[in-house]
């Protein structure tokens, strides 16, 4: 079945919407280098977007275009359909949790510059007015390690296994290697502070807190309420939402180790 992309998006023409932001985005690289002397990342507003430089995701340096409106309601199969017809048209799509989470901290590290901050109050107010989509998806496991499944059915999927099954509570330290298999990242300081930047709030996690009697598959989605900020790892795959929608530019370097 193929998923109909609607021709306009945020009422522009999606027709051509490639070739406009490939056009945008060379002339926006060619800003003066004394501009962007003290940091590696660099964010800008652009028409419907935000182009945000210098995202690290999977160890790689990526430019990450962010929409400034949310992808439809589609289950989790849905959104990974409509990611593999949106890339080969150059249109935003639903990232991994991972991914978003690269472009949370880039914001977060520059989080001094309006254009930062306009689009933490647009991810704020998504957060706490939708469970927002992500194409990570947990098997739960009867015995053994759980698998963890980002870019779900997409030609870019992976997998890697840690236990993920617990307590569902604010982060701890002894969570660190759970977030790291979900997010990318076990530094439990660093995530505390960028979720407490989003929604002036802690970390919350929810999860499955023993083991199934089978496999039991669990989407993945961001959300926020006033008193914290959601990873939850715990949703049925029949639930449709939205998500944010980000376009992966281009491949700046190799992040070295």
Not at 70 to 97: C, V, W
Request: aromatic share 10%; with cysteine.
């Amino acid at each position: 079945m193929n998923i109909k992309i609607p021709k306009t998006f945020a009422g522009k023409p999606i027709k051509g919407a490639i070739k406009r932001v490939l056009a945008k985005s060379e002339k926006t690289n060619k800003t003066p280098k004394n501009e962007n002397k003290n940091s590696d990342i660099n964010i800008q507003s652009i028409d419907d977007y935000w182009q945000i430089q210098g995202v690290n995701y999977m160890n790689e340096i990526k430019t990450i275009n962010l929409a400034q409106q949310l992808l439809p309601n589609m289950t989790q199969d849905k959104h990974a359909e409509y990611r593999e017809q949106a890339i080969s048209k150059g249109e935003f799509y639903t990232g991994d949790m991972p991914l978003y989470h690269a472009v949370f901290t880039a914001l977060f590290n520059q989080k001094d510059k309006p254009e930062s901050e306009q689009a933490r109050q647009f991810i704020k107010k998504s957060m706490r007015e939708k469970w927002l989509m992500t194409l990570t998806r947990i098997a739960y496991q009867p015995r053994g390690k759980d698998k963890i499944i980002h870019n779900y059915n997409t030609k870019d999927e992976y997998s890697l296994e840690e236990d993920i099954i617990g307590e569902d509570r604010f982060i701890q330290n002894e969570d660190r290697f759970t977030l790291k298999a979900l997010l990318g990242t076990d530094n439990i300081q660093e995530i505390k502070d960028i979720y407490n930047w989003i929604n002036g709030t802690d970390t919350y996690i929810w999860r499955i807190n023993s083991k199934p009697n089978k496999v039991d598959e669990r989407i993945t989605r961001f959300d926020a309420v006033s008193d914290r900020a959601d990873l939850d790892c715990d949703w049925d795959p029949a639930y449709r939402d939205p998500s944010l929608g980000v376009c992966v530019m281009r491949e700046a370097h190799s992040q070295k180790n």
